[in-house]
């Protein structure tokens, strides 16, 4: 089985495949001051809540927005592993084009998703990552990676706002029953909310002017959900394309003569 770790600002998404299959899924959080056995006692722990023996992980994959963890992650992979993971990095053979004016500058985890989005879904398809920052990503017909968009996640512009103001208070990110809010709260809800749908709405629009044409929408992401229901913008949604893209990676990657 391959083990997939997509490692976020704010979670660490772990899946196990059984061939194309998800066989398992875990979360948990990012901390850049766990040590590597702190991790490991973590998800071996994960694995055991499963009985899943962890010696069933063939091979592992790694994408990280987070490099300051690698070293960490990657020494407590071997050693509670015994694998050598493949990180996404420079070199590693992608099977797409990527046309970014550095490639080096292209987050691990933006690349595994339009791996997954073409493999997947096909082209032109514009997919969105709802992180800790929300990226867009733009797919075209052949398979090539264009570019696209990062903004602010929105959990991340509620904390800025909230802490950012003297009198703000913190709030639930919710859907509110109206735009014209009432209350404080109801008025924070209303702009975080319907300010974060126009906001996608209005960049699928931009991108597929840009385009010349029309081109389904991926979204992944823990706020995936809540956005699509209002925005109308978002054809479909897939909240393991980033671990799907990191199987794909790893499969291209093989030694020749492995299963």
């Not at 997939?4 to 979360?27: H, P, Q, S, V």
């Not at 070293?71 to 970014?100: C, W």
């Not at 706020?223 to 949604?237: F, G, R, V």
Request: proline share 3%; aromatic share 8%.
């Amino acid at each position: 089985m391959i083990l997939a770790m997509d490692i976020g600002n704010t979670n660490i998404k772990t899946a196990l495949f059984d061939g194309k299959e998800m066989f398992k899924y875990w979360r948990m959080s990012t901390s850049i001051t766990s040590t590597s056995d702190e991790y490991g006692i973590r998800l071996t722990s994960m694995f055991d809540h499963e009985k899943v023996p962890t010696d069933v992980v063939d091979g592992i994959v790694v994408s990280s927005v987070v490099p300051t963890i690698n070293y960490t992650i990657d020494h407590m992979l071997q050693n509670y592993f015994g694998r050598v993971p493949l990180f996404v990095a420079p070199g590693v053979k992608t099977g797409i084009n990527i046309r970014y004016e550095n490639p080096r500058e292209l987050g691990s985890d933006r690349i595994a998703n339009a791996v997954a989005t073409y493999e997947e879904y096909g082209g032109p398809t514009i997919f969105i990552d709802f992180g800790t920052a929300t990226t867009f990503g733009v797919v075209d017909a052949e398979g090539s990676f264009l570019g696209g968009a990062i903004c602010p996640g929105i959990k991340l512009s509620s904390e800025a706002l909230v802490t950012g103001t003297a009198k703000l208070p913190r709030f639930e990110l919710a859907r509110p029953e109206h735009v014209i809010g009432r209350t404080t709260l109801s008025n924070l809800q209303s702009g975080m909310y319907y300010g974060y749908v126009g906001l996608v709405r209005n960049i699928v629009r931009k991108i597929r002017q840009e385009l010349g044409e029309e081109a389904y929408v991926v979204a992944t992401g823990g706020m995936a959900l809540m956005i699509a229901e209002e925005s109308k913008a978002i054809d479909k949604l897939d909240g393991l394309l980033t671990l799907k893209g990191l199987r794909m990676i790893y499969e291209r990657n093989r030694a020749e003569g492995e299963k």
